[in-house]
């Protein structure tokens, strides 16, 4: 039995971050096209989101952040990915 309630649904995907934990740059693999890679701390606070362009693979910049404990997802207009961990280093 599903329930629909009218919130976002969330997909189960295969996207793969790596390097983990990381230090300049996360690979970012399995993505679709026109998704958005949004990064958070560990307080939920939105600390870098870019956007994807081409589905495959990417790449984002994370020497900006500090070392810490973040939090990972792909989202587009349909869904919104699970949420990986990541270590910054």
């Known amino acids: 039995l599903e329930i629909l309630v009218g919130i976002n649904s969330y997909l189960h995907s295969d996207f793969k971050v790596y390097p983990n934990p ?33 589905s495959g693979n990417g790449e984002m910049s994370v020497s900006d952040l500090t070392p810490g404990i973040y939090f990972i997802y792909l989202k ?14």
């Open 22 to 54: 990381a230090r300049e740059v996360l690979f970012i693999e399995g993505v679709s096209a026109k998704s958005e890679v949004v990064i958070r701390n560990i307080l939920g606070e939105l600390v870098k989101q870019t956007s994807l362009k081409a």
């Open 76 to 89: 587009n207009e349909h869904f919104k990915s699970d949420v990986l961990k990541v270590i910054i280093q």
